[in-house]
């Protein structure tokens, strides 16, 4: 018998194009989620980011379900919990995630199972990473981002960077001039999932972060607009 596949999706793979969901079939597809108890317990965060994460996978799952898949969005102490809760009702699934760039997490997806894609979230692979490793004594970071300038030919010339330097971080350090006036910041519309999560968590709701990708792409336009052309000189005393 051909088992139905469940794609496991966390919380940092929202995106409908890469990862697993690139092969995903809503026809034949189960999709999970598991918000962990674990995730705002065992960690000290930020309620406010607690509120990003939780609120725009809530969002997510809820975009999915518009396209027609099935999505059980479990609530569990632990994530493992929660991926052998939803083993145990379901016995003929096959799992399958996206490879995970926690390590812990990995490390359970192994132990239950999972049958896991390469992670295309990041423009560099692991294979890739590690053989620039080894040709490392040390591992700086300026060094790594001066190799994917390279090879990505991100404002390079003849392979040397545009301007004459590899950064300005000396000027981009200064501290904001007394009274200056910056740029109105862009908030947004609350929904009724955004409220939940905000009154579950404890805290105000607020109108700062984008919780889904249609919001998303609407403040980074809006940063590119507003306040990106003054943002350099402060960015780092921001």
Known sequence: MVKKRTLYIPFDHLHRDYGILRTANVDSDH????????????????????????????????????????????????????????????????????????????????????????????????????????????????????????????LMDNGKPIGGAWNFDKENRLPPPKNYKWPEYRGFERDEIDSEVAAELGIPLKFTWATTRADAHKQLQHFISHHFAKFGPYEDAM
Request: one cysteine or more; proline letters at 2%.
């Open 31 to 154: 999709i999970l989620m598991v918000e962990s108890e674990r995730m705002r317990s065992g960690r000290n965060w930020h309620p406010e980011r607690l509120f990003f994460l939780i609120s725009s996978a809530r969002h997510f799952a809820e975009e999915l379900r518009a396209e027609g898949f099935s999505v059980e969005y479990l609530k569990s102490p632990t994530t493992r919990e929660g991926i052998l809760e939803f083993q145990r009702k379901s016995p003929t699934h096959s799992l399958h995630a996206t490879r995970q760039s926690s390590f812990r997490l990995q490390q359970t997806l192994d132990d239950l199972g999972f049958e896991c894609v390469e992670n295309d979230f990041f423009l560099t692979s692991r294979e890739r990473f590690e053989e620039w490793a080894k040709s490392q004594k040390s591992y700086v970071m300026e060094n790594f981002y001066r190799e994917q300038r390279r090879y990505f030919d991100i």
